[in-house]
């Protein structure tokens, strides 16, 4: 069992910054891939960025390729994702997902566990 809690969601301006943080109970944090996936009103959840059990792997959509960076650090059981140079567009929930295995997944069905969610809000 894995339990995820994110935080580091907000308000923030076009073209500004934002640091999300979702924390991992258990101890076997490692042996997850890890993933972000975001949900605007009356859209369906999509995926955002994902990070294999080293952190030695990641994939994003071209949507938020070369502005969003996923990372872990597994001695603290966290998985981040920095966002720069946010768009109005990006405004949805964030969530966090852990999947078992080695690899990497970009589908919600990949993945077992589920945060609660945090909100970006992009204005412009």
């Known amino acids: 069992q894995v339990q995820l809690v994110e935080s580091g969601g907000g308000l923030v301006q076009a073209g500004g910054s934002l640091r999300l943080s979702c924390a991992a109970s258990?101890?076997?944090?490692?042996?997850?891939?890890m993933g972000w996936f975001r949900q605007a009103p009356g859209n369906e959840r999509k995926f955002v960025a994902a990070i294999n059990w080293s952190g030695g792997s990641t994939y994003y959509p071209d949507s938020v390729k070369g502005r969003f960076t996923i990372s872990r650090d597994n001695t603290k059981n966290t998985v981040y994702l920095q966002m720069n140079s946010l768009k109005p567009e990006d405004t949805a929930v964030y969530y966090c997902?852990?999947?078992?295995?080695?690899?990497?997944?970009?589908?919600?069905?990949?993945?077992?566990?589920w945060g609660q969610g945090t909100q970006v809000t992009v204005s412009s």
């Open positions: 258990g101890r076997t944090f490692s042996r997850y891939f």
């Open positions: 997902a852990a999947g078992p295995g080695l690899g990497l997944g970009a589908k919600t069905d990949d993945y077992d566990y």
